[in-house]
């Protein structure tokens, strides 16, 4: 009898599967993640007075540099035309019309781009859209 007791061993539980599952969740986790784009790029907004600060769900940003650049989320457009800037819109909100169009012009961009990104956006029937501005800092008169 004695012989029997001295043969059990004790049960022990293995980990490395649970770790290896643990890990493999996280590195998916971390893939599928998508990261803000707002550092990319340096703009610097104009500032408003009445500026509110609103949280938009389902935004589509629409971005124009000071040197003339314009970019549909993080993709750059291949030119400024009025007939570029639609198309992308165009493609952009055609599986989900009810988005939310906000323009960030760069200070220094120049009036006809941002009236050019108005006018496509008019001619593709986006009628949700916004213009990304900073509150005034209080120092301009």
């Known amino acids: 009898m004695k012989l029997l007791d001295e043969e059990r061993e004790e049960p022990e539980i293995n980990l490395t599967s649970l770790i290896d599952v643990v890990f493999l969740l996280l590195i998916f986790f971390m893939v599928s993640t998508t990261f803000e784009q707002h550092a990319l790029l ?16 389902d935004v589509v940003e629409l971005i124009i540099t000071g040197e003339g650049q314009i970019y549909l989320g993080d993709q750059q457009l291949v030119d400024e035309r009025r007939s570029t800037i639609q198309a992308a819109l165009g493609e952009r909100f055609a599986e989900r019309p009810e988005q ?7 200070g220094n961009a120049t009036h006809r781009l941002v009236v050019r990104a108005l006018d496509a956006a008019a001619a593709e029937g986006i009628r949700r859209v916004s213009i990304a501005t900073v509150e005034e800092s209080g120092n301009n008169p």
Do not use: F, G, S
């Open 42 to 57: 340096r703009l610097d907004l104009p500032e408003a007075a009445t500026a509110e600060t609103e949280t938009l769900p």
């Open 100 to 106: 939310v169009l906000v323009i960030r012009a760069d």
